[in-house]
């Protein structure tokens, strides 16, 4: 899709909650293109290390720092850590997101409907504006933020709240990019992916329904979606703002 080898060379790469899943996909991504690519992560897990351990060819490499809680306060601590190292941060990846669990509407409280708010929403809004006030504006190209077709179909009837907090999140993205206009912000919003989240959350049976309803008749790949949000953050997108890019397999 991109035909230059280093595009990102010597450029700083932020991804939110990096290690598994999309995440990891899109900072191996990054890292093959040439960038620094710092991630995020709560737990310390072999997938953390075995992350930081691959080598990659020219000024690509790849840098965990924990993050206790998505609280305000320990974001700020983590980005002020990442600017003793980085001196300015070029894309901003808000991945960060989970359903938690499935629930129908009737049976979700309202601790569901809190968390994932806070985890799907407020996590992009705290990195995105404690990025801008700690770091500056100048040199921040772009921010993506991991959206969901759930914001669009609204889950589907057993995510509802997941559904919501993504809508949220998707009309974020479209406000931030009319508001910080020099700032391209997109979002890159997937149906089903093949990661730890769908064989956490969804059954084979549920798996099958969706791969019934997909045109393409499959499940996407973690690739599939870091492959678009790498184009999103190249010049080769360079008139796309405020857009929510669904990755779907033809899925609606």
Request: aromatic share 8%; net charge positive; with cysteine.
């Amino acid at each position: 899709m991109i035909e230059q080898n280093k595009i990102f060379n010597k450029k700083a790469v932020l991804v939110t909650g990096g290690s598994r899943g999309i995440g990891r996909s899109i900072c191996i991504k990054f890292a093959e293109l040439g960038a620094k690519v710092i991630f995020s992560y709560r737990k310390n897990t072999s997938k953390v290390k075995s992350l930081q351990n691959l080598n990659f060819e020219g000024s690509g490499q790849i840098t965990g720092l924990r993050l206790p809680s998505l609280k305000d306060k320990d974001i700020k601590i983590f980005l002020k850590k990442t600017k003793k190292n980085y001196k300015q941060i070029n894309f901003l990846i808000n991945n960060i997101g989970d359903a938690i669990k499935r629930s129908s509407f009737l049976k979700s409280n309202e601790k569901l409907w809190l968390d994932n708010i806070e985890i799907n929403l407020f996590s992009a809004v705290r990195f995105s504006k404690n990025l801008l006030k700690i770091f500056g504006k100048k040199k921040i190209y772009s921010i993506i933020n991991i959206g969901s077709t759930a914001g669009k179909n609204g889950g589907q009837g057993d995510s509802l709240h997941y559904g919501v907090a993504k809508s949220a999140l998707h009309t974020l993205t479209i406000g931030l990019a009319k508001e910080l206009k020099n700032i391209r912000v997109n979002c890159v919003a997937p149906s089903a992916i093949d990661t730890s989240f769908q064989k956490r959350l969804s059954s084979k049976e549920r798996i099958n329904k969706i791969i019934k309803s997909t045109p393409a008749g499959r499940i996407g790949k973690a690739d599939e979606v870091s492959n678009v949000v790498v184009f999103l953050c190249s010049e080769d997108s360079s008139y796309v703002n405020g857009e929510i890019i669904y990755v779907t397999g033809g899925r609606v």
